[in-house]
């Protein structure tokens, strides 16, 4: 294996290196960082002190284009657009865990299900009838695949989150007991979506619940039956998105936040943290509250 240096990484972003080639050992926070590390600083004024401590140990450090190494300086610099992308982007490839293709021993496939030869497939992992795992999916413990749901490409589901059970559809018989309508639409996770622990994302009706490609899902998080859900959406802890509700692409919904059924989320809208979406939210818009109400443009 050949060693990791400060020139990888650069190049790894097709960035400019100021100063030695150092080898990289592992990743560190910047007040930590010495020799052997790589760091990240986003504004160089504000962690002023921890990021002329990192440059002097030696410390390999990420930061924003147009940043001058220090005179002195042990430490090289790594000038990128997004410092903490970049960082997240070099510990993701050079050192994070990675899961082994393949299906554990305590899981249970059904026979029908289909799991590509890449995924992974956790302990005590469930996956019923007509399941589908694309290339490079990674499903973990204890988790429950519904019938025919489909968890797409490099997507990644944690540990005890429930995909594809029925939604809470309750209508009333003819002697006005409450009964469950079933729910047979199942779920389709996109591409390199991310659904976290304890998350429930409910089977659709009829249609698929579906969740759109770069997704991220939070832990705790509840999304109903027959949602539709964009590219690239933030979901965070503890959020609770009713049945039939459409978040369009680029939406953000904070922590503890609210959605009634039914709504829509516009194009790059915001919900802030425990908010009550009671009416639907035009694209760029920022709401925060209960009910919620405009706070001004998301992006301007």
């Not at 401590?53 to 390999?60: E, K």
């Not at 924003?64 to 993701?92: D, H, K, M, S, Y």
């Not at 919900?271 to 009416?279: E, R, S, T």
Request: glycine share 12%; charged share 20%; with cysteine.
């Amino acid at each position: 294996m050949t060693a990791l240096t400060a020139q990888t990484i650069a190049s790894d972003f097709s960035a400019r290196l100021i100063g030695e080639d150092l080898p990289v050992s592992g990743p560190a926070p910047l007040a930590d960082a010495g020799s052997g590390a790589v760091t990240f600083v986003g504004d160089t004024g504000k962690y002023a002190a921890d990021f002329a401590r990192a440059m002097a140990s030696g410390a390999v450090v990420l930061a924003p284009l147009g940043t001058e190494l220090p005179g002195g300086a042990a430490g090289a610099l790594i000038l990128v657009e997004n410092p903490r992308a970049a960082f997240g982007q070099t510990v993701a490839r050079h050192f994070a865990p990675r899961s082994e293709p393949g299906i554990a021993e305590t899981a249970r496939i059904h026979p029908t299900a289909r799991v590509h030869e890449t995924a992974h497939v956790g302990e005590y992992t469930v996956v019923r009838a007509g399941a589908v795992l694309e290339a490079h999916a990674e499903v973990r413990d204890h988790v429950v695949i519904g019938h025919n749901v489909v968890v797409g490409e490099h997507a990644l589901v944690k540990s005890q989150a429930v995909i594809g059970e029925e939604g809470f559809g309750i209508e009333k018989d003819a002697d006005g007991n409450n009964f469950h309508v079933p729910h047979i639409g199942s779920v389709r996770l996109g591409a390199h979506t991310e659904v976290g622990n304890f998350t429930t994302v409910c089977s659709g009706t009829i249609a698929p619940t579906t969740i759109g490609d770069y997704t991220k899902i939070d832990d705790h998080v509840h999304i109903a039956h027959n949602c539709r859900i964009g590219r690239n959406v933030i979901v965070t802890a503890c959020a609770e998105i009713s049945g039939s509700v459409v978040i369009e692409d680029d939406v953000w919904i904070g922590p503890n936040a609210s959605v009634i059924q039914g709504l829509t989320l516009g194009r790059d809208s915001l919900l802030g943290i425990g908010a009550v979406a009671v009416k639907s939210i035009p694209e760029n818009e920022v709401r925060v509250g209960n009910p919620a109400k405009r706070l001004g443009d998301n992006k301007r």
